[in-house]
């Protein structure tokens, strides 16, 4: 693709300051594609600005709980997927899950995540609606991030109080998903799953991992068209980074760090340039790759940071990828890390506040007037 700078940076300032979703794809590949270090600087530059524009200064918080890595599925990718016979399995008990709420409620975390891997069993949704029920009086917004599940489970578990769900579509092409997964694993169901996730009513967040082998910018950009086709109201994205007891780490392109977190915070930017007013993660994957990845996010367009809230002694074993930051620390060290870190890029945590997607508001007021 033939890049002119002046172009490029008209581009951004029109990504800018036009209508939400007015870009197209091609201009959105052509944004992933910019490598010029001053159009880079002027890419994430104008994708902060919309995120002080349309949700002030301050990052959100999500108290993160890995609550098991059990899983059904076999994702080639995944460090928890079934067949990895080194991961040390284990399941929180709803007494621990009910404890790292209460944790991160008095860190003042206004906000939780529960994530595992996939369990489909009516044990396990019964199991969930109770810890609902154990945990609405906190008053704290719930996110779940428990994978596919029948519509009627999504509805049990809206009903006892989850207001916000994450699904990771992984990648809007089919292709490159039938090359990450087992044939067993339909792109098709995930689609439905967050259609029907979005039927129940709950804030709906979906992502990709960027950096995968053979995905293309195009591919890429064509994943941010398809947060606006699903009507997402919540973005989690981040690199991948190669496990090594996984089939595609073999396959995994050869990538320096930096490389894989430049093209996740070009992800990043690009949606904010692209959606504006979601929400948007900065992962603990970019944290990965660089000390300071999680701020460099924040600095491209991310305004969600999901400090871990996880006992230590289970981390190590919630290991998707290589290299996961903080295994040896507590939540109460992870806060405190925290706060100097967004300090440091003249940002501040949010405390104390539900941090529910503008857009999402937006679309239900206007939905109710
Ligand atoms: N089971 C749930 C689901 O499928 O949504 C949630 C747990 S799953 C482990 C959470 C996310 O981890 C996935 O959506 C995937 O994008 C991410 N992940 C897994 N392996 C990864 C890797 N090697 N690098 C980066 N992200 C990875």
């Known amino acids: 693709m033939d890049l002119d700078e002046r172009d490029v940076a008209g581009l951004i300032a029109r990504a800018a300051a036009n209508p939400p979703r007015t870009m197209s794809v091609e201009e959105m590949e052509l944004l992933l594609s910019v490598e010029d270090p001053v159009l880079l600087k002027e890419l994430f530059d104008a994708a902060y600005a919309v995120k002080l524009r349309e949700c002030g200064r301050g990052v959100a918080l999500r108290g993160l709980v890995e609550a098991g890595n059990c899983c059904a599925k076999d994702c080639y990718y995944c460090g928890i997927r079934k067949s990895n016979a080194k991961a040390s399995r284990y399941m929180l008990d709803e007494d621990e899950i009910v404890g790292c709420a209460e944790q991160a409620s008095r860190f003042g975390y206004g906000s939780l995540v529960i994530q595992s891997g996939e369990i489909e069993s009516e044990a396990h949704t019964r199991s969930i609606e109770r810890i609902l029920a154990r945990i609405a009086p906190l008053g704290l917004g719930v996110t779940l991030s428990l994978g596919e599940q029948e519509e009627s489970v999504y509805r049990r578990w809206r009903e006892a109080g989850a207001t916000r769900y994450l699904l990771r579509i992984e990648t809007s092409s089919p292709r490159l998903y039938s090359t990450l997964h087992p044939a067993e694993c339909s792109w098709a169901r995930r689609v439905e799953c967050l259609r029907a996730i979005k039927r129940c009513g709950y804030q709906l967040g979906t992502g990709v991992m960027c950096a995968l ?78 000390h300071d990845g999680r701020e460099r996010g924040i600095l491209a367009g991310a305004n969600v940071i999901m400090p871990n809230v996880t006992d230590t002694k289970w981390r190590r074993s919630y290991t998707l990828y290589d290299g996961k930051p903080c295994l040896d620390e507590n939540a109460k060290m992870c806060q405190g890390c925290l706060e100097r870190r967004v300090a440091s890029i003249g940002e501040h945590l949010l405390y104390g506040q539900l941090g529910d997607s503008r857009h999402f508001v937006r679309c239900h007021v206007d939905s109710m007037a």
Request: proline content about 8%; hydrophobic content about 50%; aromatic content about 6%.
């Open 213 to 290: 082998p053979g995905q293309t910018m195009a591919d890429l950009a064509r994943d941010i068209a398809f947060y606006a086709e699903v009507d997402a109201d919540m973005i989690g994205m981040g690199p991948y980074i190669p496990h090594p007891d996984t089939p595609l780490a073999a396959k995994a392109p050869r990538m320096a760090d930096e490389e894989r977190l430049l093209l996740g915070l070009k992800m990043i930017a690009v949606t904010r340039l692209y959606l504006h007013d979601v929400n948007i993660a900065a992962s603990t994957a970019l944290q990965a790759l660089a």
